[in-house]
Nanobody, 116 residues
Framework: QVQLVESGGGLVQPGGSLTLSCAASGFTFNNYIISWYLQAPGKERELVAMIGRTESSKSYGDSVKGRFTISRDNAKKTVYLRMNSLQSTDTAVYYC?????????WGQGTQVTVSS
């Protein structure tokens, strides 16, 4: 069964940091691009970052460039999202996504709340 499971969300103060994890199973992880998205209340899901099959290929949404870093550990079948200098506008549910066997697979999401 193809599955993505996010973890690491929580409550953090403005200016703080969090690291999210996306653990994969059920497919050959090394072969696939993995993406992180966020969905704020009342808004559409938007792309945060994506990483290719290796660490050499990464891209970021404009709102997180310079603050967030995506990485992957193929041995652990896990993608990470390190989030620094968090702002209230980063409050959202964060999802990871992969397109596997022609189907779009989403995790269940993890809530990130930035508030003092």
């Amino acid at each position: 069964q193809v599955q993505l499971v996010e973890s690491g969300g929580g409550l953090v103060q403005p200016g703080g940091s969090l690291t999210l994890s996306c653990a994969a199973s059920g497919f050959t992880f090394n072969n696939y691009i993995i993406s992180w998205y966020l969905q704020a209340p009342g808004k559409e899901r938007e792309l945060v970052a994506m990483i290719g099959r290796t660490e050499s290929s990464k891209s970021y949404g404009d709102s997180v460039k310079g603050r967030f870093t995506i990485s992957r550990d193929n041995a652990k079948k896990t993608v990470y999202l390190r989030m620094n200098s968090l702002q209230s506008t980063d409050t959202a549910v964060y999802y990871c996504k992969a397109d596997v066997f022609g189907e779009r697979v989403w995790g269940q999401g993890t809530q990130v709340t930035v508030s003092s």
